[in-house]
Structure formats: structure tokens, C-alpha cells
């Protein structure tokens, strides 16, 4: 998966990868002489995490707002972003046959009961508060309004912003590493101890449930750790979508898109990874359907579960009885239109990855999901947007310009079936020019700004996606809470290291390869130093110190971005090699001392995101889904 913010790649989004070692490490920070200047850096994050009393003394389901109306004013006129997904008079949905249109309203429908899942998934408190403002707001309450107007942008009461800073909507309330799949509150300690003394009674069935990407985790009557499956966490919403996905087949005009809906519909109804096997091969293998509808189930929001990865004695225990440790899936959901003409761009993609897979470092020592020689069993859409909820729709930092699914930890994948790219149209396609140049001008040299293209981006974003597929396929979870980092790097280089060859073989010029390495260079440049929670930009900040390194890339002290093309590739090549590496390894020390290395907020990176803060305020953003709305509106009234 990779990031956008306002259809800008910062490249993930992301995102949500908690790695403890590393926020105790001096050497993590920026250098000495530039600590004043952190430092207040750092007191605004705590002034912001201690949740400064903006609110008002009403109370919503036993809590006060924390921001007043006047501060909800400004951040939803000034500092925050929307992004339009297809409109209500699209004409892609105007074009849809009859039956289409249909089944698109229980797709949407199923899509709004499934969010609920990811909110309660990712805070206890999430539901009551959100009903509580939903109540308010509908009697009139402006305050209520404006505050849930940022709880859906976010989905949730609490988000990181675009400054990497915890935004609190209500006071008194917390963020748990564990989410809601733990209990609140549980901690690294009573993780390690719970599964620890489990071995000592030889619950290793116990252990593997609780560890399984696929449960929540809730204490029995002992007080003792177990897991329990989503699907029968959250019974009556499962089936509640599964009736919707059903009654789709019967009206969609695409047998294969039907006969995936049935499958999903079937694993939504009983707790069985084998169901979403089978679910997740008919979806990988969906290529010329009029709709599109995706379960996204992705690791990004538990920060909890990679401790396990780092308590030596525990990780000896899980390796002796082959037990994979997962981070927990977060639920989302994509509903679309397949766009034709995009999609007919991204298959011309399709006939270089057997090259490609046979160029990645190592090759012979692992086994990967494109095969150098073969079918290649990789389908690629894309989307015109109608509906992202749950997790894959929650603004926090960013949103995502695509997505590979289903990941490697998934049974479809680990048994060859293949995998599926999605492209997200409408968040690429934003953007003001304007705003754009903006940037350029305080952070690219100014002789590389007609080398910097938004469509360059989506050039590059189609190798990032591409390139999950490329490399080992399996252990990487090993890496525990660096795994998510480690494996967006992997990306970003596998998609630059190609970028010879596809010259070489006519499909780019050497103009358009700048204009790819200029692009992304110049967005991976941040607005602030991320939070280690955040994978995508955790590493978009050692690739820029890689690059700097091996005399790649140069910043000067005015925070203006030079790039020395003839060393770019090379250097992706580089340390695209060092990932698989560590990859390859399984050792979550090696791939911690790799993230320690290049995860310096150095003073000069420090300059360009101030020079991007004084043209850029934004800290949120939101979705608009008026086609969504107005369809959901009309059928409701027809029905009723």
C-alpha cells in the first residue's frame, strides 16, 4: 500500500507501526545544536496530547468536547482537505447498467454496516461517542456537527494529523496501542506474560488464537488472554453484509464478480480462514468487472502485537512450536467502478514483472509471488471511487493512492492463488496546481521543477505496488514492529530499481524517469518529524537520509532538494538489496539497528518542512461521497 495526503504521495500511510526501542534513542532525534528547536517542537505535540481545554462543559455520552466551536471553525475552513470521491451525477455511474446500479447500493450499504467493525475495532469508546454526536447534531447542535464532521474524517475519536501530532475530539479519553483488539489498556508486559505462561500449560492452541491476525483478543472470566474470531466478535454485522453482498449477486450483471460476492458473503457468515481463502482467490483473480468491492484486511493500526517479536524468551518458545505472530487486521472497505480506460494503462504494466521479479537481489534463496518464468497471477484496476470506510477510509495523516491485496500473511497468497492492485482515481487526481507549485518553489531546486509531474507519481505508485509482489514472500512478520517499515521500503526501491530496464525495454524515456525519481524525491520531504507509529513516513525519512548518504540526494541549508540522477538508481538498487536482506534474516535486532541508522530528523530535513509549514496549514482531511450518499438516500426511501 502506499500514502497520499490531498493526492500528493508522502509515502502508507499509513502509518501505525509502533517501534518502543526507537522513541527512547537520542540518536533518533536531530543533532545538538538543534535541540532548542525540538524541544519546542516536542512541548507543542504534549501540549496537543494533553488535550488543552478548547471544549465546552456539555457533556456527550459522559465526555466534554475538547475543542471549542471557534477552534472547530478554523480547522475545518482552514486546515483541513477534501477529497471528492465520484460525484452524484457522475457519469460512469449514469453509464452503469440497470442492475449495476443496484447491486451498488448494497455494496455501499454493506460497506456503511462493516465501519462500524473498524470503529469499534479501533476504540471501545468510538460507537458511543459517535452515536452521542449524531443524536446532538440532528437536534441542531452546531458543536455536535462540526465535531462529527472531523470524527468521520478520522474514523474515530482520536487520529494522528498531518503535523504527526494525536488529535483528542474528546476529553479524558485515551489511545491504546493494542486499539479495541485488546483489552483497553493492556500493555507489552501483560502480552508477553499472558502468552509466556500459556506455554507453561501448554496452551498452544490458546496462543496461536491470540495471535492470529484474524481475532480480537477479550479476557475470560479468569482474567486470561483469548482470541476470539472477528466474525464472531461482530456476529450481527457480518451477517448483516453478507445478506447485502448476496443480494448484489442477484441483480450485478458480472458472473465473476458475483460468484466472489457469494464466496465473501459465505466467509462473512462463519469463522473460517479457509472461506477467505477462497473469497480472496476469486477476488485476486477479478479483472474485467463493471464494479468493484474489496475487504481490505491490513496491519497497520495494532501496535501492540510486535511486542511479542521482542522478548527473546517468548520469540524462542513461538519459533520452537512454528507459531507466526501477526499484527491484528483492521477492517476496510473500497466500493467502486472500475474505470477501463484506467485500467487498460495499468495492464500494460503487467507483461515486465517476470523481468523484474528475476532482477530482485537474491532471488534464488526465497520464493516469491510473481514467478521469473510463468503466469503471472497479478490483476490491476482502476477505480473510480464511490465509498471507503473503516480503516482504508480513515483520514489520519493520509489516505492511500492504492492498495496489493491480500497481503502475504494471507492463505490465498501463501497457496500461489495471486494477488489484485487497486488504483484510487480520485485520490491521485487531486490537487491544486497552485498549492503545488508552492511547495516546489521552497523545497526543489529550482532547475528540476519541470521535472516534478503529478502523473509521474502515479507512474512510480504503480512500481510501489507492483514491487509488494516482488521479493520474499514469506517471515516477514518476524521483523515485529518493523516489518510494516522495512516492507514499504522494499517497495518504494524495488519500483526505483526498475526504472532502467523499463527504459531499456521503451516503456519509459529517460525524461519521464526523471520525472519519476524527481517526484517522488521531492515527496518524501515531510511538513514534520513523524511519529514512530507511522510506517510510511518513517521511512520516506531514512530513504531521504539512504540517499543523502550515497550522494543521491542533497539538501541545502536553505531546505532546497537537489537530485544527482545518475546515482539514483544505483543507490535504490543499493538498498533495495540491504532490505531483502534483512528480509531474508527474520532478525528483528538487524532490522531495528537498519530503521536506528536512517531515521534521523537532521537540521536540514528540519528546513524543508519548515519551509513546507509556512505554505501548507492543513491537518486534516475528509471525504466527500456525495453518489454514496444520494444512493443510499433514494433506495432507503424507496424500501421504506
Given at each position: 500500500m502506499i500514502l497520499a495526503t490531498t493526492g500528493v504521495n508522502c509515502a502508507s500511510h499509513p502509518r501505525r507501526n509502533n517501534v518502543k526501542f526507537?522513541?527512547?534513542?537520542?540518536?533518533?532525534?536531530?543533532?545538538?545544536?538543534?535541540?532548542?528547536?525540538?524541544?519546542?517542537?516536542?512541548?507543542?505535540g504534549r501540549i496537543n496530547m494533553a488535550q488543552v481545554n478548547f471544549g465546552s462543559s456539555k457533556k456527550y455520552a459522559g465526555h466534554e468536547l475538547n475543542f471549542s466551536e471557534a477552534e472547530l471553525d478554523k480547522r475545518l475552513k482552514d486546515q483541513t482537505s477534501t477529497i471528492k470521491l465520484l460525484e452524484a451525477n457522475a457519469p460512469k455511474y449514469k453509464e452503469l447498467a440497470k442492475g449495476d446500479k443496484k447491486a451498488l447500493f448494497h455494496l455501499v450499504k454493506a460497506a456503511e454496516i462493516l465501519n462500524d467493525v473498524f470503529l469499534d475495532m479501533d476504540h471501545?469508546?468510538?460507537?458511543?461517542?459517535?452515536?452521542?454526536?449524531?443524536?446532538?447534531?440532528?437536534?441542531?447542535?452546531?458543536?455536535?456537527?462540526k465535531t462529527l464532521k472531523l470524527f468521520n474524517g478520522m474514523q474515530g475519536i482520536t487520529g494522528l494529523d498531518r503535523m504527526s501530532e494525536r488529535t483528542f475530539l474528546f476529553k479524558d479519553t485515551e489511545n491504546y496501542k493494542g486499539k479495541n483488539f485488546y483489552p483497553p489498556g493492556t500493555t507489552e508486559e501483560e502480552l508477553i506474560a499472558d502468552l509466556n505462561n500459556k506455554f507453561k500449560n501448554d496452551d498452544i492452541l490458546g496462543i496461536r488464537q491470540i495471535l492470529s491476525q484474524r481475532t480480537v483478543v477479550k479476557k475470560d472470566a479468569s482474567g486470561n488472554l483469548k482470541g476470539v474470531d472477528y466474525v464472531d466478535a461482530y456476529p450481527k454485522h457480518f451477517q448483516k453484509a453478507a445478506v447485502h453482498l448476496e443480494k448484489a449477486a442477484e441483480?450485478?450483471?458480472?458472473?465473476?464478480?458475483?460468484?466472489?460476492?457469494?464466496?465473501?458473503?459465505?466467509?462473512?457468515?462463519?469463522?473460517?480462514?479457509?472461506?477467505?481463502?477462497?473469497?480472496?482467490?476469486?477476488?485476486?483473480?477479478l479483472q474485467d468487472t463493471p464494479l468493484e468491492f474489496t475487504i481490505t484486511r491490513e496491519q497497520y493500526e495494532d501496535e501492540l502485537s510486535g511486542?511479542?517479536?521482542e522478548d527473546k524468551k517468548l520469540l524462542k518458545q513461538l519459533k520452537k512450536h512454528k507459531i507466526d505472530f501477526q499484527s491484528k487486521d483492521a477492517i476496510g472497505v473500497r466500493v467502486g467502478i472500475v474505470n477501463k480506460e484506467g485500467t487498460q494503462e495499468l495492464l500494460d504494466f503487467k507483461k515486465y514483472l517476470p523481468a523484474l521479479a528475476d532482477q530482485m537481489p537474491f532471488k534464488e534463496k526465497y520464493t516469491q509471488a510473481i514467478k521469473p518464468k510463468g503466469d503471472v497471477k497479478q490483476t490491476m484496476v482502476d477505480v473510480d471511487l464511490v465509498y471507503l470506510t473503516g480503516d482504508v477510509g480513515s483520514y489520519r495523516g493520509g489516505i492511500t493512492l492504492a492498495e496489493n491485496l491480500p497481503n502475504d500473511d494471507k492463505l490465498s497468497v501463501q497457496r500461489g492463488y495471486g494477488r489484485r492492485n487497486a488504483y484510487h482515481r480520485q485520490i491521485r487526481l487531486g490537487g491544486n496546481p497552485e498549492k503545488i507549485q508552492k511547495r516546489l518553489d521552497a523545497t526543489l531546486k529550482k532547475e528540476l521543477h519541470k521535472y516534478y509531474k503529478k502523473e509521474a507519481d502515479h507512474d512510480f505508485t504503480i512500481g510501489h505496488e507492483n514491487a509488494h509482489s516482488l521479493g520474499p514472500s514469506n517471515g516477514k512478520a518476524a521483523l515485529g514492529n518493523f516489518a510494516n517499515i522495512i516492507e514499504e521500503a522494499k517497495a518504494d526501491m524495488g519500483s526505483l530499481a526498475s526504472l532502467d530496464y523499463l527504459v531499456?525495454?521503451?516503456?519509459?524515456?529517460?525524461?519521464?524517469?526523471?520525472?519519476?525519481?524527481?517526484?517522488?524525491?521531492?515527496?518524501?520531504?515531510?511538513?514534520?518529524?513523524?511519529?514512530m507509529s507511522q510506517a510510511h513516513r518513517v521511512r520516506s525519512v531514512m530513504q531521504l537520509n539512504y540517499f543523502i548518504e550515497k550522494g543521491a540526494l542533497e539538501i541545502d541549508d536553505k531546505g532546497i532538494l537537489d537530485v544527482h540522477y545518475e546515482k539514483?538508481?544505483?543507490?535504490a538498487k543499493q538498498m533495495l538489496s540491504d532490505i531483502v536482506q534483512i528480509q531474508m534474516g527474520k532478525d528483528p535486532k538487524k532490522a531495528e539497528d537498519f530503521v536506528a541508522k536512517y531515521f534521523q530528523w537532521t537540521d536540514k530535513i528540519e528546513k524543508s518542512a519548515s519551509n513546507i509549514r509556512k505554505i501548507d496549514n492543513t491537518l486534516h482531511g475528509v471525504l466527500e461521497h456525495t453518489l454514496a450518499d444520494k444512493i443510499l438516500k433514494r433506495v432507503s426511501k424507496a424500501i421504506k
Open positions: 526507537l522513541q527512547n534513542k537520542h540518536f533518533i532525534g536531530v543533532p545538538a545544536k538543534s535541540n532548542d528547536m525540538m524541544n519546542t517542537l516536542g512541548l507543542m471501545h469508546k468510538n460507537l458511543a461517542l459517535k452515536q452521542a454526536l449524531v443524536t446532538e447534531a440532528q437536534k441542531g447542535d452546531t458543536h455536535a456537527q441483480v450485478s450483471t458480472n458472473d465473476d464478480f458475483n460468484k466472489y460476492l457469494l464466496a465473501q458473503a459465505k466467509a462473512f457468515k462463519k469463522a473460517d480462514p479457509e472461506l477467505d481463502a477462497e473469497a480472496d482467490r476469486l477476488w485476486a483473480k511486542a511479542a517479536a531499456e525495454k521503451g516503456k519509459y524515456t529517460e525524461d519521464k524517469k526523471k520525472e519519476i525519481l524527481t517526484s517522488w524525491a521531492n515527496n518524501e520531504l515531510l511538513k514534520s518529524k513523524p511519529d539514483m538508481v544505483p543507490t
